[in-house]
C-alpha cells in the first residue's frame, strides 16, 4: 500500500524537457513500475535518434545516470512520435523508492552516419504490373502486363518500361459496300519507354507516386477471320498519367495499384489505315514490387 501512494505522489510534480525534439514529458504509476510518456518531433521518418531517460531526486537539480532497466521507446528509435512510452521497472533498479521531488528528463540524441562521404543509399524498384482497360472511343475492353524498372535519387524515380496488351472490340460492324459482317477483331500490341515518378511520401514503408510514361508502340489489328483474313498496324508513340500507391508486406516485397490514362498517338509514325485511338483509355493495374537498395 506504501508504493502506491509513494508512485503516485510523483505525479503532482512537474517533469523537463531539455532536449530540442522531446516535449510533453510525463510518468504515470503502473503498479510497481513507472511509464514515461514523451513526445518526438523535428525529425524525419528515415532518421533514428538514440533515447535516454534520467531521473531527479532533487527536484530536477542533479540527474544521475540514464534509467537501466528500461524497455518500450528507450534506445534506438526511428521517425517522430506522440505519446511515445518508456516503461521503467523501478524495483529491478532501486530497492527502496520515495516518490517525493521526483523529475524525469528524455534526451535524444541524433545517430550521424560513421563516414560522411559513404555513398547515398538509392533504391531500385522492379515492378510487375497486371492491368485491366476500358476504352471508351473505341468500345473495347483490354488486359495486359508491364515490367517497369526504376532507380530512385531522393523522391525522384527514373526507370524504363515494357508493356504487353491485348483487346477486344465489342458490337463494331465492318462493311465492304454490299455486305455487312460483324467485326469483333481484337487489337493486340507492345510497347516500351521512359518513367518518370515523384514520391509524394517519403517512407520505406509505403509510397504514393504520380508518374509519366512516355513510349512508342506498335498496335496491330486482327480482323475477324471469318470475313477478312487480315490484319495491318501502326507504329505511334504515346504518352500516360498515372498515379500508383504500394505498401511494404515483407522486407523487400511491396503490393499495390497503380491508375493511369494512356493518350494516343502524341505523333504517327507509320500511319495505316484509321486507328488513332488504338491505346485512348483508362487502365487500373495490380502491382508486386521488389525493392533493393543500391549505394
Known amino acids: 500500500m506504501n508504493k502506491i501512494i509513494l508512485f503516485l505522489t510523483i505525479l503532482f510534480f512537474p517533469v523537463n524537457s531539455f532536449a530540442q525534439r522531446i516535449s510533453n514529458v ?9 511509464k514515461i510518456y ?14 535516454k531517460v534520467f531521473m531527479s531526486s ?23 512520435g506522440k505519446n511515445r512510452c518508456i516503461v ?29 562521404k559513404a555513398p547515398t543509399v538509392r533504391p531500385f524498384k522492379l515492378s510487375l504490373n497486371t492491368n485491366l482497360g476500358s476504352r471508351s472511343i473505341l468500345n473495347y475492353k483490354s488486359f495486359g502486363l508491364n515490367l517497369k524498372g526504376t532507380i530512385h535519387f531522393d523522391r525522384i524515380g527514373l526507370g524504363v518500361r515494357a508493356d504487353l496488351y491485348n483487346t477486344f472490340r465489342q458490337d463494331i460492324n465492318y462493311t465492304d459496300g454490299l455486305n455487312t459482317y460483324p467485326d469483333t477483331g481484337s487489337y493486340w500490341g507492345y510497347s516500351g519507354g521512359a518513367i518518370f515518378e515523384y514520391d509524394l511520401i517519403r517512407s520505406y514503408k509505403y509510397s504514393l507516386y504520380p508518374f509519366l510514361y512516355i513510349g512508342q508502340s506498335k498496335v496491330i489489328y486482327k480482323y ?6 487480315d490484319e495491318f498496324f501502326k507504329y505511334t508513340i504515346f504518352g500516360s498519367l498515372g498515379l500508383g500507391v504500394d505498401i511494404n ?40 514490387k521488389f525493392m533493393i537498395n543500391t549505394g
Open 26 to 34: 510525463y510518468p504515470q504509476a503502473d503498479g510497481e513500475k513507472i
Open 38 to 51: 514523451y513526445d518526438l518531433t523535428g525529425i524525419s521518418e528515415d532518421r533514428s535518434v538514440f533515447i
Open 58 to 80: 532533487d527536484g530536477g537539480l542533479t540527474y544521475g545516470d540514464p534509467l537501466k532497466s528500461v524497455t518500450g521507446d528507450v534506445g534506438l528509435v526511428e521517425g517522430p
Open 88 to 116: 521503467w521497472d523501478v524495483y529491478n533498479d532501486l530497492d527502496d523508492f520515495l516518490g517525493v521531488n521526483i523529475k524525469f528528463k528524455v534526451s535524444a540524441d541524433m545517430m550521424e552516419p560513421v563516414n560522411s
Open 224 to 229: 475477324n477471320q471469318e470475313f477478312k483474313e
Open 249 to 288: 508486406v515483407y522486407k523487400f516485397l511491396y503490393f499495390g495499384m497503380e491508375i493511369e490514362y494512356l493518350i494516343s498517338p502524341w505523333f504517327d509514325l507509320v500511319p495505316s489505315e484509321s486507328m488513332d485511338e488504338g491505346l485512348d483509355g483508362l487502365n487500373i493495374g495490380f502491382v508486386i
